[in-house]
């Protein structure tokens, strides 16, 4: 199974991101789903990921170390489970 | 680092911008509910006008406040609504607006399947006539189910079904979790509060201590799929916390914004000691919510006061706040109805009328039964004898 690190990713297209001082909100408007980003940094990968190839690039432009990749591919994979980021199509 | 935490503590110490925020755009309505918790009835002639209504809007979108609460009164009477609905869409906030269901025709609801910003629900507080109609009138509950008829028909999926929870829906739970099911729409339950007009109906109405505990279980069993608003989080002092952040948001994530443009703490909390100032003030909404006295106070750590030795109190947080106030309890203190039995032992030492009234009453026939004056009630039945309400 490839990793969502892998991939093109983007914001979906319903969804608003709102920084705040711990991270960053996301509503979905389609499903009227709120989640939280809890960490800066991760704020930082999902508004560079339009603009990368891949995820892992994302991260890696973003300064996430290889020990903290991890975390960061959990936390993209379930930000992607619930449509909050989709896989960029060409 | 995680994802989707509740992350209290932040929310605790407030947000640079509610989440979401309720926002009644009349005080005029066609019903004349019992508990109606914003004493609807009559439209104030000092309402908002289209300009500054969608002068708010842009000030919500500057702050990227996701998604608008629109109730009233009923909302729809409104002759610019829809002008301010779409305005609100077309400007990335998001529209959730309660109505009675009266003005919900086929066209409405074709109207509203065409948008994925627009979100729609139909009070009900009954899942039979007998019950919704004691408290909502004659013919609300016809006018409701052919609303959410119109709804399913036009295609809109998961509308919501709103529910205020009372002494007599209670024992109907599972009725009206069918009745949503059965148009395809998303069960949500509210609290009963004492406000408004509420305040006077609601020593018969809410719910007895043993259909708390239903309740409780009720909620746990059904999870996500059935909303509540994050109304029932005093309920958590039973044990676990039920879904939703369990905390008193008001003036930290979310607010109300009247239709006079008087901005409060919270829906259910419309009395001058809640009010933060007013959206025509300098500065407007942005300033009041970042600045004001009354929103900064309910910002800092919450006093525990008579709950500070209660093994619950970590998980219901003293509850309420609005029910305390007024059933005429302190704030610093139990919830009217804390299920450790602490609010009903507080509310024996209330003198009785000592409660604070609630404020402003635009209700059709004044507390005191006298007929008020009707120069501007907007619907052709305004002022008749309908036994009827408005709940956001």
């Known amino acids: 199974m490839t990793s969502v690190l892998d991939q093109p990713l983007g914001v979906a297209p319903q969804v608003s991101v709102r920084p705040e001082r711990f991270g960053a909100l996301l509503y979905h408007f389609g499903t009227r789903r709120l989640s939280f980003l809890k960490d800066r940094r991760l704020l930082d990968v999902v508004e560079r990921l339009d603009g990368s190839p891949s995820a892992r690039e994302a991260c890696s432009a973003a300064g996430v170390s290889e020990t903290a990749l991890p975390a960061f591919e959990r936390a993209l994979a379930r930000l992607v489970e619930t449509d909050m980021l989709r896989e960029r199509r060409p | ?33 019992r508990h109606c918790l914003s004493s609807s009835g009559r439209r104030d002639p000092r309402e908002l006008s289209t300009a ?19 109730g009233g009164g009923e909302p729809t009477i409104r002759r610019d609504f829809w002008e301010i609905v779409d305005y609100a869409v077309a400007h990335h906030v998001g529209v959730k607006f309660s109505t009675n269901g009266s003005r919900i025709t086929p066209e409405v609801a074709g109207r509203i399947a ?20 004691a408290v909502r009138g004659q013919g609300s509950f016809a006018t409701a ?48 509060r004492p406000s408004g007009r509420g305040a006077v109906v609601w020593n018969e109405l809410h719910p007895t201590a043993e259909q708390q505990q239903v309740l409780y279980r009720w909620l746990l069993a059904h999870g996500e799929e059935v909303l509540t608003g994050d109304s029932f989080f005093h309920l958590a002092g039973f044990g676990e916390p039920l879904p939703g952040l369990n905390l008193c948001g008001a003036g930290r994530v979310v607010c109300l914004i009247d239709p006079v443009g008087d901005v ?11 009010l933060a100032g007013n959206v025509r003030d300098p500065g407007g909404f942005g300033h009041l919510w970042r600045h004001s ?10 006093a525990a006061g008579a709950c500070g030795s209660c093994s619950a109190y970590d998980s219901c947080r003293g509850g309420c706040m609005a029910a305390k106030f007024f059933t005429g309890l302190p704030l610093a203190g139990p919830d009217p109805e804390c299920v450790k039995g602490h609010g009903a032992a507080a509310l024996a030492a209330v003198t009785p009328g000592s409660q604070p009234r609630p404020s402003p009453d635009h209700s059709r026939v004044a507390f005191l ?24």
């Not at chain 2, 680092?1 to 755009?25: N, R």
């Open chain 2, 114 to 133: 065409g948008s994925d910003y627009l979100d729609v629900q139909v009070s009900l507080d009954g899942a039979t006539a007998e019950i919704n109609d």
């Open chain 2, 145 to 192: 189910v052919g609303a959410l008829e119109n709804l399913a028909t036009a295609g809109v999926r998961d509308f919501k079904l709103s529910v205020v929870c009372t002494r007599h829906n209670l024992p109907q739970l599972d009725d009206l979790k069918a009745l949503a099911d059965r148009y395809g729409a998303q069960l949500r339950l509210t609290r009963l």
């Open chain 2, 369 to 392: 039964g006298r007929r008020v004056d009707r120069a501007c009630d907007e619907h052709p039945l305004a002022g008749t004898e309908l036994a009827t309400t408005a709940s956001a």
């Open chain 2, 293 to 302: 006295e009354l929103f900064r106070s309910l910002r800092e750590p919450e």
């Open chain 2, 52 to 70: 500054e209504a969608k002068g708010v809007i842009d000030e919500l979108e500057a702050m990227q406040v996701f998604y608008v609460n629109i």
């Open chain 2, 264 to 274: 409060y703490a919270c829906p259910f909390a419309i009395h001058d000691a809640f």
């Open chain 2, 1 to 33: 680092m995680s994802v989707a935490l509740p992350l209290v503590e932040h929310f605790a110490a407030g947000l640079d911008a509610p989440i979401c925020l309720t926002w009644e755009l009349t005080y005029a309505c066609n019903l004349d509910c």
